[in-house]
T-cell receptor
Framework: EVQLVESGGGLVEPGGSLRISCVAS????????MSWVRQSPGKGLEWIGRIKSTTDGGTIDYAAPVKGRFTISRDDSKNTLYLQMNSVKAEDTAVYYC???WGGGPAHWGQGTLVAVSS | DVVMTQSPLSLPVTLGQPASISCTSS???????????LSWFQQRPGQSPRRLIY???NRDSGVPDRFSGSGSGTDFTLKISRVEAEDVGVYYC????????FGGGTKVEIK
């Protein structure tokens, strides 16, 4: 069974930093393209970035609102995906979902971790 | 950027009756590899999203066959043949041809 378990969310001040993690199991993580998707309170889904598998070049792409502030990385030896969030803003407040892509999009989703940006 | 537009925003349905959600993309979703990467997701209240359909019309494992997807080019549709109480939630379309973009969502509720 595929499992994606996010952790590391919490309260962070504007301008601060936070790193959230996602531990994957039930599939070959090193072969998977992984994405982060967020959902602001009461709002829709927003893709924020993707990292391809190492065998597919490990390319990383970001959505415009987070480019230059957020960094996606992976540790295939630990089956773990990371999202480093720097210079956070109030509008970054959201539930952050880790997803495993297959067939052209997120096939599996974690339970999400809440990041709240407030002073 | 590709913009995904869904309609309607809200869809009150009667149990046992069909329902249909439309999704339009601002440009063709035909990928250079010939595939159309259009997916549909269901998000029940308080839950993570779940993918129902990928590549326009392929149902994910475990998805009831009352859900079906169709479309081509820029216009796509998700149909529920007979709505059940467990189908209440918000439905999103998503394109994966040019990175990933989600539609704004359609809230399905029981009349």
């Amino acid at each position: 069974e595929v499992q994606l378990v996010e952790s590391g969310g919490g309260l962070v001040e504007p301008g601060g930093s936070l790193r959230i993690s996602c531990v994957a199991s039930g599939f070959t993580f090193s072969n998977a393209w992984m994405s982060w998707v967020r959902q602001s309170p009461g709002k829709g889904l927003e893709w924020i970035g993707r990292i391809k598998s190492t065998t597919d070049g490990g390319t990383i792409d970001y959505a415009a609102p987070v480019k230059g502030r957020f960094t996606i990385s992976r540790d295939d030896s630990k089956n773990t995906l990371y999202l480093q969030m720097n210079s956070v803003k109030a509008e970054d407040t959201a539930v952050y979902y880790c997803t495993a892509e297959w067939g052209g999009g997120p096939a599996h989703w974690g339970q999400g971790t809440l990041v709240a940006v407030s002073s | 950027d590709v913009v995904m537009t869904q309609s309607p925003l809200s869809l009150p349905v009667t149990l046992g009756q069909p329902a249909s959600i439309s999704c339009t993309s601002s440009q063709s979703l035909v990928h250079s590899d010939g595939n159309i990467y259009l997916s549909w997701f269901q998000q029940r209240p308080g839950q993570s999203p779940r993918r129902l359909i990928y590549k326009v019309s392929n149902r994910d494992s475990g998805v009831p066959d009352r859900f079906s997807g169709s479309g081509s080019g820029t216009d796509f549709t998700l149909k529920i043949s007979r709505v059940e109480a467990e189908d209440v939630g918000v439905y999103y379309c998503m394109q994966g041809t040019y990175w990933l973009t989600f539609g704004g969502g359609t809230k399905v509720e029981i009349k």
